[in-house]
């Protein structure tokens, strides 16, 4: 994660305040006049900055993919359309698969250095969806700049072009609270990433080495919770608030998880723009938008299979993608999706968030344990 | 006045923030205080600094732990400080003397062996002079402050103390007594295995050190020697070390700097190890021996 290297830290708030400071002033030449277009060689430089060799396999990949989209806008039979959207969808994400079975795979060379793909696919997928479903034009520009954003081109959030687009032409602009508010969330991120996560890792090795019984294992489990929790809330904070100097208003990640009563409600405040994108790019899009009940079970355990192998193809993943998306199904058949906050007596609703949470600290024991593990800490819950 | 105010209203937090870091870390520049604190352990140099405050010499023998553990200081009338550093190469010395961390005024002689001059030994990360412009203060020592906190809090949970070390006569580490020959063999055998694939081209950076220094010296009219520390007579020089001796060898001669070479001079039982010697036997002798070279007239 760029940010943890003071190097490329300076390099980032450099830029990102470089480049807050010129806009600010062109704003009071001209309230026209807008910078964004320029953001791009903010973005270049980071990433020559990181390895020219990953800013070669980036222009190769921006120039590729936007050659699928000058090709989709141009191609006018509808059976033609479809296809090309579904083959340059999955032509985004080559690379990707590739560096997920690159051990059975003949070695490239090494300028496919895939720093943040599994993210930056997302983006490139998304604007080819936008270019299909919306039939609009992407000027190149400014989708270098939404594939290249460097504020959140490691670890997300998820952009879409649709939002990256509005703040395009026209940016928030650069004023004492902005900058306020970003310095206070930016060093809320760094103190979740740099001191609770660090502090978390020290009680985790100290209840591994502890006999697993049941308040053991419930403390790993809110243990790992918590160190997930404040890992990749932090760097979203971090990134949100160094793009917020840019002019660009990210999307949130996360909305107070805790406060999920139902694992729907769950997926829409835990790490929402990558359920949302999963969502929206593949199910709603496969299945119509008028969902039954089995139909949204089916999309929920799919979702969850996706999410947890787009981590990783192991079977870690693949046994807590089975295990999310299960319950997530069970919910959706059993009608328990939602859960009002007002209508629901407190005790009810508070015991269902308990369990939900619960549940998924479970699953979040995979980022700290293996399947052996994880196993040795559920039994330990029968186990006083 | 009164936009004054608004304004100090509204960018209270940032002003107060910019004053906080970029004043604290003035003040944590300048002051050093992890480097002064007698609960963390203290890297060789800071040990040196709080045996010497001002960090100026007219005479000094500089070096690795090499240096460190086999050449006793005002043992005999040269005037010579021991500047021995942990994992000290030519390029340490140089960034020490370039970013006035250490001053050095009439002579320098340079205690060496095959590892002074290479790139990619391991170091001491909170030498000062590895500190790159961008890093700030805390950023810098984190390793050492988190051990402490870490350290601390387990040691509280335990029922223990928080602070759990008086570093404030910690010394440098010197050896005494010798391995047995199965351990210098094995710890041997351990030093051929890590180092025996190099030579002079992974020296790069450590001979353009030494040009810089000879600059430096030939600046500030100091004399530059070097020495080539003893190493154990029951030991190969194996041929990874003696290329690059041979190479810094040349290099020397090149820039006139006089060398002198000791590698096997002390007899095999004066050794602790490879090369450090035994401080109650070896180090006396080799001293006694080095300093008439040492207190020669440039």
Redesign the interface.
């Known amino acids: 994660m760029w940010y943890l290297q003071a190097d490329t830290l300076v390099f980032l708030l450099g830029a990102a305040l470089v480049y807050a400071l010129a806009a600010a002033a062109a704003r009071r030449v001209s309230p026209q006049v807008r910078l964004t277009p320029f953001l791009l060689l903010f973005d270049l430089g980071v990433l020559c900055f990181v390895s020219p060799a990953l800013a070669a396999f980036y222009i190769g990949y921006t120039l590729v993919t936007y050659a699928f989209l000058r090709i989709l806008k141009g191609v006018k039979g509808p059976a033609l359309r479809r296809g090309l959207f579904v083959l340059f969808c999955a032509a985004c994400a080559l690379p990707f698969f590739y560096a997920r079975f690159a051990l059975l795979l003949p070695a490239l060379p090494a300028v496919f250095t895939l720093v943040g793909f599994a993210y930056n696919m997302l983006k490139a997928i998304d604007a080819v969806f936008y270019v299909y479903y919306a039939d609009k034009d992407i000027p190149l520009i400014a989708y270098a700049n939404f594939l290249l954003f460097f504020p959140v081109f490691t670890s997300g959030p998820i952009l879409r072009y649709r939002d990256f687009e509005r703040d395009y032409l026209s940016p928030g602009p650069l004023t004492l609270q902005v900058g306020t508010a970003a310095a206070k969330r930016f060093i809320r991120g760094m103190f979740k990433k740099m001191v609770l996560v660090a502090l978390l890792g020290q009680v985790l090795a100290r209840l591994l080495e502890a006999r697993l019984c049941l308040p053991v294992s419930l403390a790993l489990i809110i243990v790992c919770w918590a160190t997930l929790y404040f890992d990749l809330s932090g760097y979203s904070d971090i990134a949100i608030a160094v793009s917020s100097l840019t002019g660009f208003t990210v999307a949130e990640n996360f909305k107070n998880p805790l406060t999920a009563a139902s694992f729907t409600q769950f997926w829409r405040k835990w790490h929402v723009t990558l359920s949302d994108w999963i969502r929206e790019h593949i199910f709603v899009v496969v299945s119509g938008k008028r969902l039954g009940r089995p139909a949204s079970a089916a999309i929920g355990m799919g979702t969850m299979l996706v999410m947890s192998m787009w981590h990783g193809f192991t079977w870690e993943n693949l046994a807590c993608g089975a295990f999310m998306g299960g319950l997530l199904a069970l919910e959706n058949l059993l009608g328990l999706t939602t859960a009002d906050r007002r209508r629901t007596p407190k005790g009810i609703f508070w015991l269902r968030c308990a369990l939900v949470n619960f549940a998924f600290g479970i699953n979040a024991l995979s980022f700290s344990m293996d399947l052996g593990q994880m196993w040795d800490v559920v039994k330990g819950l029968v186990r006083l | 006045m009164r936009k004054t105010l608004d ?1 100090l209203k ?2 209270g ?2 002003l107060l ?1 910019a004053a906080v870091l970029l004043g604290g870390e003035a003040w944590m520049r300048a002051a050093d205080p992890v480097g002064h604190m007698t609960c963390i352990p203290r890297s060789d140099y800071e040990i040196i600094r709080r045996d010497y405050p001002d960090m100026t010499f007219e005479r000094a023998v500089f070096g690795s732990s090499a240096v460190t553990a086999s050449y006793i200081a005002g043992r005999n009338d040269t005037g010579y400080v021991n500047l021995g550093v942990d994992y000290g190469t030519v390029k340490d010395i140089t960034e020490m003397l370039e970013k006035g961390l250490v001053t050095v005024t009439d002579e320098l002689v340079l205690g060496l062996n095959n590892l002074s001059f290479l790139d990619s030994l391991p170091t001491n990360e909170t030498y000062p002079w590895h500190r ?1 412009w ?3 203060y805390l ?1 810098f020592q984190r390793d050492r402050l ?1 051990a402490l906190i ?1 350290e601390g ?2 040691s509280v949970l335990r029922g223990g103390p928080f602070l759990l070390r008086d570093t404030s006569n910690q010394q440098r580490v010197v050896y005494r007594g010798a391995l047995t020959d199965e351990a210098l063999f094995e710890s041997w055998g351990s030093l051929v295995e890590r180092f025996g694939d190099t030579g002079p081209a992974d020296c790069a950076e450590n001979f353009a050190a030494l040009d810089r220094l000879a600059a430096w010296c030939g600046e500030h009219g100091v004399r530059l020697r070097a020495v080539w520390m003893p190493w154990n007579g029951k030991l190969e020089i194996y041929p990874a070390a003696q290329s690059i001796m041979d190479a810094a060898d040349e290099r020397m001669a090149a820039l006139g700097i006089e060398v002198l070479d000791a590698t096997r001079v002390v007899p095999e039982e004066y050794f602790f190890d490879t090369g450090h010697l035994n401080y109650d036997v070896g180090s006396p002798w080799f001293t006694d021996w080095l300093d008439p070279w040492l207190a020669e007239e440039g």
Do not use: C, H, I, K
């Open positions: 304004f509204r960018g937090f940032l923030l790159e961008y890093e700030p950023y988190y870490t809090v387990d």
